[in-house]
């Protein structure tokens, strides 16, 4: 059993986290997100028109994410510059975990672009993209049902733990990531992969302490979002 | 019951009120029992109606709307302009001028590639398309000068309560200066004149949403240029 | 933009107005953080103006190139990410970006700012490469200079991580650092008009009519040069603008 967590922390706590808006002055809304050593840059730009035109949509906006880690983002080799097929599909389930709040409907034929970048990573790194990528979004003026919360619980050695760290992915025992974006309001899930073996009634649990981690994660954004104004 | 303050900031999801006493409306939804906001911005209660200015800076072109538009394709017959909307926006020849525009001229001599124009919005499209006009008091081609890009929904903040604030600039700089609804400011006159001006639009642009602004502007403008200046209230 | 916008400014520049308020020499203010990446072996982040950009440098061992069996390899990249300014598209670098690369590579590389012999490990076997990218955060004008500061600071930053003859251990930083003997900076002299401008915004390098990049060590020696823009440079301009150059160089100042 993963009795005690390697940097100390009780199980349902996340490491700490914080964020800002507004940072990249060219983007029409920008955030950064940081959690534990884990930081993800998020920009948006548009809506704008989009090439090739015949990705564009008569009925809707269209959004799309680009997940990128910098060369200088990774725990170990320099990571190659480009979309690989793990970035090509961080990509496309952060398009699918925002379009449930997101109301694109007011700009058809056109196009909404979010960039995030990884400056460096720990593990969680698309949970913290996805954080950002909210945060940009809201901080660019568009409506939305609510912001998106991205956060990971993983279960190490049978012991459920929020937010993961790269050491404990990487723990000598039988470990289980499942990052999920959830959003506060309603509690729906906009974002729910997995990567092990896990019993049901552990995934209902691993749910409940990821809803409450964005909870408080959501007061974290809400602070930053304001914070500009001030 | 009101959960949130008249000026406060609040953020998309954020409960504005519970229970069916308020109507929502701009920037705010009903979802069951509460009425949450759907953007950030500056909760306005009017009354029953809850409402939240938003603080981002996207402009909605509008008809009647006074823009600055900058010249990104010429064709056949007209300009292609972008008005900082995401849509294209054209002006044909017959609405750049009263005067005839004989058909096959050069129409780059009127208003070239990357010029700027001060037009009016006489249609939005079902499609978002939008028509303009440069023919109208006001209405003209712009030459030389600066451009300044503004938050849209500061806009009328710079203009002041009957443009009491852009005259009280223009007074103090000496600067032509003319403000489009979609958040981009044309000035031209002595160069360290204009840096004044630019820095007085920046201030507005920055602290819009606060309280004695007017005040602050005055104070910036006066040390600027040693000018004593007065606000017009109407 | 159009000429007469062009015009304009060309004119308040001749009386020595910028529209920011600085003089035509003036930098922007100027803040340099280190160690800002923790997954890197030095890092730096560059804040000049609103241009922001960060340096990471990362080793690797590898074989050296057949022709150079006793030396390390240098390598620099430069990322002018889309995130950074509306015209930047997603993709490989372009021809911009990859100026910026081989102009700051090339200061460092024809001044030997950084002993490559010192980074051999087994001649003919193993060599240390030491790789500098350079991404864009926000980019507001003048990225060459802003990224040749980056990427000196981000070397002085950086740390050997240690290498037990099989595998690197990237968690282990050493404390051997990087060997530099000298500190070779970029300072680009834009001309507008007849007017020699530095540290131009955005709007104000559209308008540029042509460059020069000069890279100049602490004592004034000049190691490498780039001419940019489609217009000329006199001698007259030439001589100005090195001359500028250096003696901004000798006024560049971080922590």
Redesign the interface.
Same mark, same amino acid.
């Given at each position: 059993m993963y009795k005690k967590r390697l940097d100390g922390r009780k199980p349902s706590e996340f490491r700490k986290a914080s964020a800002e808006v507004g940072?990249?002055?060219? !983007?029409? +809304?920008?955030a950064r997100f940081q959690i534990g =050593?884990t930081s993800a840059? !998020?920009?948006v730009? +548009?809506? *704008?028109?989009i090439i090739p035109r015949h990705k564009m949509s008569a009925k809707s906006g269209v959004l799309r994410c680009?997940y990128?880690m910098?060369?200088?983002? +990774? #725990?170990?080799? *320099?990571v190659r510059? +480009?979309?690989n097929r793990r970035s090509t599909e961080i990509s496309y389930v952060t398009e699918s975990s925002l379009l449930p709040?997101l /109301?694109l409907k007011k700009?058809?034929?056109?196009g909404v /672009?979010v960039?995030?970048?990884l400056?460096?990573?720990?593990a969680g790194s698309r949970c913290a993209g996805i954080t950002a990528a909210s945060l940009a979004l809201? /901080?660019?003026?568009? !409506? #939305? =049902?609510?912001?998106v919360v991205a956060v990971a619980v993983g279960s190490v050695d049978g012991t459920l733990v929020v937010d993961l760290s790269y050491e404990e992915e990487d723990y000598d025992a039988p470990v289980v990531d499942i990052p999920f974006a959830i959003?506060?309001?309603?509690g729906e899930i906009t974002l729910l992969q997995m990567d092990g073996k896990l019993s049901q009634e552990t995934l209902m649990k691993a749910y409940d302490m990821a809803k409450k981690a964005a909870d408080e994660i959501?007061d974290i954004?809400?602070s930053a979002? =304001?914070k *500009?104004?001030? | 019951m009101l959960k949130c303050k008249d000026k406060e900031i609040v953020v998309p999801g954020e409960i504005l009120c519970e229970g069916m006493e308020f109507l929502p409306s701009y920037g705010t939804y009903r979802a069951d029992k509460v009425i949450r906001s759907s953007i950030v911005g500056l909760v306005n209660i009017d009354g029953k109606v809850i409402k939240i200015m938003p603080t981002s800076g996207r402009y909605f072109p509008r008809r009647g709307d006074t823009i600055i538009g900058r010249v990104f394709d010429i064709t056949m017959n007209g300009w292609r302009l972008n008005i900082n909307s995401p849509y294209s926006s054209f002006l044909t020849m017959m609405e750049a001028s009263s005067q005839f525009i004989r058909k096959g001229s050069d129409l780059s001599k009127i208003i070239p590639m990357e010029g700027y124009m001060v037009g009016k919005i006489t249609n939005v499209t079902g499609q978002n398309l939008i028509d303009l006009t440069m023919k109208g008091p006001g209405l003209r081609k712009l030459d030389g000068g600066v451009i300044v890009n503004v938050n849209s929904s500061k806009v009328s903040r710079i203009i002041g309560r009957q443009g009491s604030m852009i005259k009280l600039i223009k007074e103090a700089t000496g600067c032509f200066i003319t403000v489009g609804q979609n958040g981009r400011v044309w000035l031209s006159g002595e160069a360290k004149n204009e840096v004044i001006a630019i820095n007085a639009i920046e201030l507005i642009n920055e602290k819009g949403h606060k309280k004695g602004l007017t005040d602050e502007v005055k104070k910036f403008l006066e040390k600027e240029t040693g000018k004593k200046l007065e606000v017009s209230n109407v | 933009m159009n000429e007469t916008m062009k015009k304009h400014l060309q004119n308040s520049l001749s009386n020595g107005i910028r529209l920011d308020g600085r003089k035509l020499e003036e930098f922007r203010d100027l803040k340099v953080e280190t160690g800002v990446v923790a997954t890197a072996e030095g890092s730096a982040r560059v804040k000049l103006g609103n241009t922001e950009l960060i340096a990471g440098v990362k080793m690797a061992v590898m074989a050296p190139y057949s022709d150079r069996p006793d030396e390390g390899t240098l390598m620099v990249n430069t990322e002018l990410t889309a995130m950074s300014h509306e015209k930047y598209k997603l993709g490989p670098p372009g021809a911009d970006a990859i100026e910026i690369a081989r102009v700051v590579d090339r200061g460092i590389r024809e001044s030997h700012a950084i002993d490559t012999g010192k980074l051999c490990i087994t001649k003919g076997e193993k060599v240390w490469m030491v790789g500098i990218d350079i991404v864009t955060i926000n980019a507001d004008g003048n990225l060459i200079d802003a990224a040749g500061i980056a990427t000196l600071a981000a070397i002085k930053d950086a740390f050997f991580p240690e290498y037990d003859g099989v595998n690197v251990d990237y968690k282990k930083k050493t404390k051997k650092k990087v060997p530099l003997n000298s500190e070779p900076l970029p300072i680009t002299v834009f001309k507008i008009g007849k007017e020699l401008v530095l540290d131009p915004t955005f709007s104000e390098e559209e308008v540029a009519d042509a460059r020069i990049t000069v890279t100049i060590l602490e004592d004034g020696t000049l190691c490498s040069l780039q001419k940019g823009g489609n217009a000329t440079f006199t001698r007259d301009e030439l001589d100005k603008a090195t001359k500028l150059a250096i003696k901004t160089r000798k006024n560049i100042k971080w922590n």
């Open positions: 940072i990249i002055k060219n !983007a029409v +809304g920008s =050593k840059y !998020a920009a730009y +548009g809506p *704008r028109e680009n990128n910098m060369p200088f983002s +990774g #725990m170990g080799d *320099r510059p +480009g979309n709040v /109301d700009f058809p034929n056109a /672009d960039f995030i970048e400056d460096q990573t720990d809201a /901080d660019a003026g568009f !409506a #939305m =049902k609510d912001l959003i506060p309001s309603t959501y954004m809400k979002l =304001k *500009r104004y001030d | - | -």
